[in-house]
């Protein structure tokens, strides 16, 4: 009976199996393809998000002058909106590198991408962005000298602006055509079409649009021998351009007048212009006009002083000859540029075959995995069996290392109050006595937070992967060295490093290396007496790298490796009374990467650490190393614990506040730590505590306090989500935030950096250091937030709210706001443009503008754009195509785009919010 029980039960789990093997095999041909049906939304979601900011990085290069980096930009965004089917985003790529190659000199290959564009705007019937790029194509030809082609597509732009009744872009429009008819010597028709658009700027009061149509309807009145018409329009011309500072039109128009003026014998007035122009390419940089304004003064002056004009016709050939060799060498780089593109193109081609092998591989191993998958179900069966064990072991292990780690870091939680209270206690105490004992238990919360703080690296160290590089060393060793010097600077210890080369590489794990190097020299400065001099240096020998740490400390006895570095610990805690950064976890971290250490006694020379590690660690190879590999790829999460003192509902509601008074936001769910933060602040401020950041994010939004100061672990929200919130609220994103930690490792104060916090302190702190952030901070951002507001608000009294002593830097701001608006609806308005008319470098103007606003130029210019664009919409009726001109935004749908970035709003819903109900 036993034995047919014994055999049911086997047949009945072979069966079971059976089955399960079955619907494994179904599972594994089928589970992909809906898997990746699935998730094909969301993921074509995410990487079309990534798409945009793509593209949106190459328009802030392209305003930049970074021509060439716009354009690989662009094209990889294009690359993902074609596999994705996004015709109207590949138009905006096709007419931004177009754009690009117009700039770079490549006037071919920018025809030839917004042909490409036109074509998917007429199949999407979009009449608005056709008349843009009819334009676009029209003036190209234009510039390419080819004026007939011009011409079809110039008429074509201006049907449908008729249709719109858009007066400045229609403007725009008549003007090219003038100009193409006027290279047709279709002389009646230029007029005509300079005198409607000459019509449309007088309407619209754009002084430096009427001034370049009255430049041209001279050139037209020129070539139609009206010279009086001529002179004329010329002289109204400069008028204009000399009124409202424009430099390029009035030096051009000056050397045409000029010409004129010698064909009817006025030569000593055309000579006054004609240096006019010359000064003013002078400080343009104008090399063609120069030039040929140097052969105008020659044939000007060749009766009154022929000496003189043979000078100025020597000058004109020699800038004619840089001239020409400059566009040589420009025509030798656009060939070398096209090359890199059919390169590139080739490249890519090259891997989508690469990729279609690739997918027939698959395809072909798909179904030999089908075929070879019943012999594969047994050891399947005890893989997984493994592999369960493998997970249980690891489990319990992270399990044990999270409880150590989330322990060891609520220890700082109490010792940040009894040593911040014991410091308070002892300042306010009068009886030698009890300071004494006061500076003793602080004393002893130092030694706790100093066994805490070795816990925590022991814990740091096990948590991070190792993740393997190869690389140049040099760079991260420098780096650490580098922070290890604010270690010596208290102690007047200086380190000078020597490495043999600058390039030197070998395998290595980025986070050990930094532990190590600073274990190393952290001991090194503990043995170090007052003004002492380390020298490290790093070489390459044969197939070691050396890292070397010299020290003139006390001869050391020359022991075995384990007790050296155990009477090295103790001398350490003999000498300084601090036990300083075990050197055990340093040999650890050594071991780890298969390396040697050892601590070598020179005699009266002192001391010498070296640690020795193989250049090569598996002939398989790793990946280039970047800074940022040091960072960890998983953040670390504590776990709070139920120990901490917790708020009641009476102190969680928020007060009542005096808005007369500075306002401090407390956010921290240890009770006692942030009454303790309260005790600090409240003689200035008066503070709001909330225990998490769900509730502090509430309380700011309501309250708008001064200052934030906030804890990284809690409940519901976080410090560093708290952090990245605040920093995505207009309302919020200027108020200065400080984060409290008390894991006291790099990965959370860089996590928190990155979010926007403006300061990170480590718990326990010091409370005159607090004190002093704080003040600092708010001085800062009082400056800063009155100034911008102001500056791009475009209110010019803003010097009033500088103090006495920046008195020229706020002179300085008035001519900048000055200087962007009057130039504001040109779309060429960039940094390099307005560091023309600062009459500084783009360097300087970027460095200066950054030090007086806090942003770089090219973001200043494109708030005051869009701060320009919100009057406009809440003031008046204008249409919004006329507002996109007027901001000097090159197209709607970017204008569109960009302001809805900035104001989370599009401009028609900005333009209902702003109406009265």
């Known amino acids: 009976m036993i034995i047919s029980n014994q055999n049911t039960q086997g047949s009945t789990e072979a069966a079971r199996r059976m089955r399960l093997a079955i619907a494994m095999l179904v599972a594994l041909l089928v589970l992909p393809a809906t898997v990746g049906c699935h998730d094909k939304k969301t993921a074509r979601s995410s990487i079309l998000n990534d798409a945009d900011s793509t593209l949106e990085h190459a328009y802030v290069l392209y305003d930049e002058a970074k021509y060439q980096q716009s354009l690989n930009l662009a094209r990889m965004a294009k690359g993902i909106y074609e596999r994705h ?61 080819r004026p007939e082609e011009a011409l079809a597509f110039i008429d074509k732009a201006i049907e449908i602006e008729r249709g719109f009744n858009n007066s400045p872009r229609l403007s725009i429009r008549y003007g090219i055509a003038a100009e193409i008819h006027l290279k047709l010597l279709n002389l009646d028709s230029a ?82 212009l004609l240096t006019t122009s010359t000064r003013l390419s002078e400080n343009t940089g104008a090399k063609l006009v120069r030039m040929k304004n140097y052969e105008s003064l020659a044939k000007a002056l060749k009766h009154d002083n022929p000496a003189l004009a043979i000078d100025y016709m020597t000058r004109s050939n020699n800038l004619k000859d840089s001239i020409n060799r400059q566009e040589t060498s420009e025509l030798t780089a656009k060939y070398a540029a096209q090359f890199r593109s059919q ?12 990729i279609q092998r690739q997918y027939f591989f698959i395809a072909g191993a798909l179904a030999l995995a089908a075929v070879l998958l019943a012999a594969v179900v047994a050891l399947f069966y005890f893989l997984r069996y493994r592999a369960r064990s493998q997970r249980i072991l690891q489990r319990v292990s992270k399990e044990r290392q999270d409880f150590l780690t989330s322990l060891t870091n609520e220890f700082r939680q109490p010792l940040t109050v009894i040593i911040g209270q014991s410091q308070a206690l002892q300042q306010q105490e009068k009886n030698p006595a009890r300071q004494e004992q006061l500076e003793a238990i602080a004393r002893q919360g130092q030694s706790v937070l100093s066994l805490v703080n070795q816990m925590i690296n022991v814990s740091n160290i096990n948590r991070h992967r190792a993740n393997w590089y190869h690389d140049n060393v040099v760079t991260l060793v420098e780096m650490t060295i580098e922070n290890a010097r ?57 197939d070691k790298v050396i890292f070397s740490a010299i020290t003139a400390a006390a001869d050391i006895d020359n022991e075995r490796l384990d007790n050296l570095f155990h009477s090295l610990e103790r001398e350490l805690r003999h000498r300084r009374g601090d036990n300083g950064k075990e050197l055990s976890l340093v040999r650890h971290l050594v071991e780890t990467m298969n390396g040697e250490i050892e601590v070598i006694n020179l005699k009266d020379k002192g001391t010498a650490f070296n640690v020795i590690f193989p250049a090569i660690h598996t002939t398989g190879g790793y990946p280039r190393w970047v800074p940022d590999a040091i960072i960890p790829d998983e953040p670390i999460e504590i776990a709070p614990t139920d120990a901490k003192p917790t708020f009641s509902a009476e102190e969680q509601a928020l007060p009542a506040v005096n808005a007369e008074q500075p306002i401090a936001l407390i956010v921290d769910d240890n009770q006692d730590i942030a009454r303790f933060i309260d005790s600090l602040l409240r003689p200035r401020f008066q503070t709001i505590i909330t225990g998490n950041g769900a509730q502090a994010l509430g309380a700011a939004a309501e309250f708008k ?74 001085q800062q951002r009082a400056f800063l937030r009155t100034n911008l507001e102001n500056a791009i608000g475009g ?3 803003v010097g009033n709210t500088i103090a006495e002593g920046t008195k020229a830097d706020s002179e300085w701001v008035k001519e900048l706001n000055n200087t962007i608006m009057a130039n504001i609806a040109d779309p060429e308005l960039g940094s390099i443009m307005l560091a023309d008319k600062m009459c500084l470098s783009q360097r300087q103007l970027n460095r200066k503008v950054k030090a007086l606003t806090g942003y770089d130029t090219s973001t200043y210019i494109r708030e005051s754009r869009i701060s320009l664009a919100k009057r406009l919409l809440a003031a008046t009726d204008q249409p919004i195509n006329e507002i996109v001109v007027k901001c000097g935004f090159d197209s709607p749908s970017y204008f569109a785009k960009i302001f809805k970035q900035v104001v989370n709003l599009t401009p028609s819903d900005y333009r209902r919010s702003q109406q009265p109900l």
């Open 343 to 354: 390169q590139q193109e080739l490249t890519i081609a090259r891997q989508q075959r690469q």
């Open 795 to 797: 209110d010019n009294s």
């Open 705 to 778: 306090p001064d200052i934030v100061l906030t804890d990284t672990v809690m409940p519901q929200m976080d410090g560093i989500e708290l952090c990245r919130a605040m920093r995505g609220d207009d309302a919020l994103r200027l108020i200065p935030i400080i984060v409290f930690t008390a894991t006291g490792d790099n990965d959370t104060r860089i996590s928190a950096l990155h979010c926007g916090a403006d300061a990170v302190v480590n718990k326990p702190f010091d409370a005159r250091e607090l004190i002093a952030i704080v003040t600092n901070l708010l």
């Open 486 to 542: 604010t270690m010596a600077h208290p102690r007047h210890v200086t380190i000078d490093f020597v490495a043999e080369r600058s390039t030197i590489e070998m395998d290595f794990i980025p986070y050990y290396i930094d532990n190590l190097v600073s274990g190393v020299l952290y001991n090194a400065i503990n043995l170090s007496d007052r003004g002492e001099r380390i020298v490290t240096t790093l070489r390459r020998l044969d």
């Open 191 to 272: 007029l005509n079409y300079i005198t409607m658009a000459h019509e449309l700027d007088t309407r619209a009061g754009d002084s430096v649009k009427i001034a370049r149509r009255l430049s041209v309807m001279g050139d037209i009145y020129s070539k139609m021998n009206r010279k009086a018409d001529a002179e004329s329009a010329y002289r109204q011309s400069i008028a204009l351009l000399e009124q409202n500072g424009e430099i390029t039109s009035r030096m051009i128009t000056c050397q045409h007048l000029a010409s004129l003026l010698i064909d009817e014998g006025k030569n000593r007035e055309a000579v006054e």
């Open 85 to 145: 089917d996004d015709q109207a985003m590949v138009s905006d790529c096709y007419s931004h590198i177009a754009a690009c190659f117009q700039r770079l000199g490549d006037v071919d290959s920018g025809i030839t991408n917004t042909i490409k564009g036109m074509e998917i705007e007429e199949k999407l019937g979009d009449n608005e962005r056709l008349s843009s790029t009819y334009n676009n194509l029209a003036g190209l030809y234009l510039t390419a000298g």
